[in-house]
């Protein structure tokens, strides 16, 4: 089991920056144990994935739409998963999510696919303006 409660989510004006935070609280695997991603849903649109990262942090993978301006990185001594994102545009609007998945496979496809995932935060709402 694992609970994720996303935070750092806030209005921004276009060309902005901000950076979301995920703590995890594990109770049977390790948190390092646990490949994770980020994902985000706007309102009439389906969930879609942004950038996910292996249990150690040396694969990354993004989704072509943010390549270049988010960063994904997590710290396993804090239990933590980070979303710096940077450049921010107007359809960067939506409500973001962390989740993660004990089943670890590198590949994009694999990890950008919600489906991949069995534990879900709440989301926090990021919202810019133009």
């Known amino acids: 089991q694992v609970q994720l409660v996303e935070s750092g989510g806030g209005s921004v004006q276009a060309g902005g920056s901000l950076r979301l935070s995920c703590a995890a609280s594990?109770?049977?695997?390790?948190?390092?144990?646990?490949?994770m991603g980020w994902f985000r849903q706007a309102p009439g649109k389906e969930r879609e994935g942004v950038a996910a990262i292996s249990t150690g942090g040396v694969y990354t993978s993004y989704a072509d739409s943010v390549k270049g301006r988010y960063t994904i990185s997590r710290d396993n001594a804090k239990n933590t998963l980070y979303l710096q994102m940077n450049s921010l545009k107007p359809e960067d609007t939506a409500m973001y999510y962390c989740a993660a998945t004990i089943r670890c496979a590198t590949r994009t496809a694999y990890l950008l696919t919600a489906g991949s995932y069995g534990y879900w935060g709440q989301g926090t709402q990021v919202t810019v303006s133009s």
């Open positions: 594990a109770s049977i695997y390790t948190y390092d144990s646990y490949c």
